[in-house]
């Protein structure tokens, strides 16, 4: 059943602006870490709508916000983050001296932001999952997973509402009967999902393409494309019916839309 607490009132002039890893960037300059608290206020002080970032869990239960499985691309380390404990965490600095958070840092830090969170394992689905509702987020919080199985384990954890965007084996089924035209067959597909969080092209699908778009629409699904960092793209992108933009640069972001 979908939910609409987290997605509300279309603005019309311009699509959501995802910050991606929060903003890292001043200007031209890499000033802060990605997935940062330093980079998450950047983006929000850019205007981004929406905070997207990825849950890790620690050897001992914690949910982190850090993409990667390991510290390997950015502290050159190939430790997993499952095998180390928050507080060994803590002791890692990134290379612009930020710290990997926890989701509960974060969520306490804006709490007024709206998260895009990705589930990056098994354990996010739980302990994540419980950080989101015990601090009373689930009104902010968009639950996304490459993984179908892993977005329906997680939200079936909970009675409470949560907005989601469906995994890679849906948003596939969803391309090939919006192309072949089976409408209420594309409609029971998206019954359940807030989103379809989509690249333009990948493994030579075009998302972009007009006989996709035309009929996914109008079910009610929101559309957020990845990862655009360039402004003719974004705006291509809205005149197309993008409701959403997922950027690396909300700065440039808010700039092509203002």
Known sequence: ?????????????????????GLTYSGDKQVADENTLASFELALAAGADYLESD?????????????????????GKRTLISQVTLSELNQ????????????????KRFPEAKFNLDLKTPSAETVGIETILSLGAQNRVLVSSFSEASRKRALARTTTPLASSAGSSKVLLCYLLARAGFEKALNRQVSDVDALQIPTKRYGIDFTHPKFLERILPTGVEIHFWTINDPKTMLELFSLGAHGIVTDRSDIAMRTFS
């Open 92 to 107: 890692i600095r990134l290379p612009h001296s930020g710290q990997i958070p926890t989701l509960a840092e974060a969520l």
């Open 1 to 21: 059943m979908k939910t609409t607490a987290y997605l509300d009132t279309h603005p019309g002039t311009r699509p959501r602006i995802f910050a991606h890893r």
């Open 55 to 75: 849950i890790q869990v620690t050897k001992d239960k914690v949910p982190v916000l850090f993409h990667d499985n390991d510290l390997k691309r950015l502290v």
